[in-house]
């Protein structure tokens, strides 16, 4: 099983317990010590060992080892969640980021298109029943990729036909503000509530293995990064939709922009039937049994 755990015992009493995946760096570690800061129980999952320690020994909080490249590790860490935390009232699912040349997982899917969609998919999904039984927030890292260079194929889903990075991305990321749009409709009404957004244009190293040369110019090149925002500024909405109160400050089932709800979107987002078929594909390629 991959994951490890640093537990610091005290009152949790009267904490939000959060999980936040891609923890080790950018926005997750970001929005980890903010949250941190205010109180709450931060459970962090990150893929390096050593990134993740050293942030999670910065904040003093649990962590979890996780490659979401492994739908095995996927299933170990929900099994790992399950037993560790019998409450978690925020699942932030924030991993993911733009990959280059195409190449499937083990387990014989898209890279990008499993990293940022079918592992989280499957973890929300394994962790079903916690977040029920807490009245759950489950919050999805979107991006403006979405509107920009997303169109999802149903009949092609691993980008066989017209892969490109900046396509697998956009359509990975189109896929979340989907996933949190059905996740919303089949388990809204039992208590969970969902939420996409966009942090901005950040200035972490999520493209840096990207083949795509002007992407990974911008976010690698010291002097481009100058002009992108903060890790800090990105998580602002991550901590928002953490802390604040569904129904009232935020709308579930919604993909948000600088803490509205984003008026320029791609129009396959607001396709519930699309949502709905995406989930039940999903559904079939993750799930076991």
């Keep these: 099983m991959l994951w490890t755990l640093n537990v ?6 009267d904490k939000k317990v959060i999980v936040i995946t891609g923890g080790s760096d950018g926005i997750g570690a970001a929005g ?27 904040v003093g909080a649990e962590y ?3 490659d979401f490249a492994r739908l095995d590790d996927v299933r170990d860490l929900a099994a790992a969640l399950t037993a560790k935390h019998p409450r978690i009232d925020v699942l932030a699912n924030n991993a993911g980021g733009m990959l280059g ?10 890279q990008t298109f499993q990293v940022n969609h079918l592992a989280p998919f ?34 092609d889903l691993n980008n066989e036909r017209a892969y ?14 989907l996933f949190t749009r059905e996740l919303h409709t089949r388990f809204h009404a039992r208590g969970v509530s969902t939420a996409a957004f966009h942090p901005g244009v950040i200035a972490t190293g999520f493209a840096a293995g990207s083949t795509n040369s002007a992407m990974k110019f911008l976010y690698t090149n010291p002097v481009a990064k100058r002009f992108l925002r903060s890790s800090d500024a990105g998580a602002d909405q991550l ?10 400050a935020w ?14 979107v791609n129009p396959q987002s607001t396709d519930d039937r699309l949502a709905a078929a995406l989930w039940r594909e999903s559904a079939a390629m993750t799930m076991r049994g």
């Excluded at 490109?164 to 503000?177: E, H, Q, R, V």
């Design 251 to 264: 709308k579930s089932g919604s993909y948000y922009e600088k803490r509205s709800i984003a008026r320029r």
């Design 32 to 58: 980890a010590r903010r949250l941190h800061a205010d109180g709450h129980q931060v459970v962090l999952v990150g893929r390096s060992p050593d990134k993740t320690r050293a942030v999670a020994h910065e």
């Design 239 to 248: 901590v928002w939709l953490a802390e604040s109160l569904p129904g009232s």
């Design 8 to 13: 610091q015992e005290d009152d949790m009493s």
């Design 164 to 177: 490109s990075p900046l396509k697998a991305y956009g359509d990975a990321k189109l896929a979340n503000i």
């Design 101 to 110: 040349a195409r190449v499937e997982t083990v387990d014989g899917f898209e």
């Design 122 to 155: 499957l973890l929300t999904n394994l962790l079903q029943d916690t977040l029920i039984a807490s009245g759950a927030t489950v919050i999805q890292t979107a991006s403006v990729a979405a509107r920009l260079f997303g169109h999802i194929d149903m009949a």
């Design 64 to 66: 979890f080892l996780s």
